[in-house]
Each structure stands twice: as structure tokens, then as C-alpha cells.
């Protein structure tokens, strides 16, 4: 699984962002997709996954601020972002894993597929 994130770096503070993980090989669309962020100094944090059944999972820190999206063809996976803060300003993953849990996973040991990630900067 090959995974590419794609998007606008830099946005001013309560703006909106579509990031978008494109996913290709033959079993992509069988595979669980989540979206990870790294602020300098911090860990890795799950934000939001999408899971193959359709269904999602979102962090409680940032429910009701973001939307996680799969395209019918279930190779890209957006996250969309609004209302965003300067402490939203993080490198962002998308990951993926060719198995589901019940519930979805938000943690990043549980994924071997990684993209680069794109750096977000939430400042005016």
C-alpha cells in the first residue's frame, strides 16, 4: 500500500483545510485508512479513521471540528478541517492497515503504512 497526502500548508486561524490521502495498490480499498498529526515536541496522535464498513471514528479532541470522508472507490480519504486554531499546526499522516477493529484504531503501533505527511501552519 502505497499512501500520498495532498493539500494547502498554510491557512489563517479559523479558515478550513481539505487534506487528502490518496491510496493505491490492488487491496486499497480494503484497507483501513486514518489520519494522524505530530506537533514538534509531541507524540503522534490519531484524529480520525475510516474504516472499510463505511464507518468512522473521530478523537474526542477534536469531534465536531473535523470530517473524515472515503470517496466511493475507497482509495482517497479527505479530512476536512474548519473553524482552525494556531495549536492545530502539525504534521499530518494519513496510515493505513489491511485489518479493521471493532470500533476503528486511532493508534499509530497499529499501522504499518504510512505516508510523508504534510505540514499544516494555522497562522495569519
Known amino acids: 500500500l502505497q499512501l500520498v497526502e495532498s493539500g ?7 479558515g478550513s483545510l481539505r487534506l487528502s ?3 493505491s495498490g490492488d487491496a486499497a480499498p480494503y484497507y483501513t485508512i486514518a ?7 509531541e507524540e503522534r496522535e490519531g484524529v480520525a479513521c475510516s474504516n472499510t464498513d463505511g ?8 469531534k465536531g471540528r473535523l470530517t473524515i470522508t472515503r470517496d466511493d472507490a ?6 476536512e478541517m474548519n473553524n482552525l486554531k494556531p495549536e492545530q499546526t502539525a504534521h499530518y499522516y ?13 493508534l499509530a ?3 504499518d503504512y ?4 504534510r505540514q499544516v501552519t494555522v497562522s495569519s
Open 8 to 14: 494547502v500548508g498554510l491557512v489563517q486561524p479559523v
Open 21 to 23: 490521502c490518496v491510496a
Open 35 to 41: 489520519w494522524f498529526r505530530q506537533a514538534p515536541g
Open 55 to 62: 464507518t468512522t471514528v473521530y478523537a474526542d479532541s477534536v
Open 74 to 79: 475507497k482509495t482517497t480519504v479527505n479530512l
Open 94 to 106: 494519513c496510515a493505513g492497515e489491511g485489518k479493521t477493529w471493532d470500533g476503528g484504531s486511532l
Open 109 to 111: 503501533t497499529d499501522y
Open 114 to 117: 504510512w505516508g510523508q505527511g
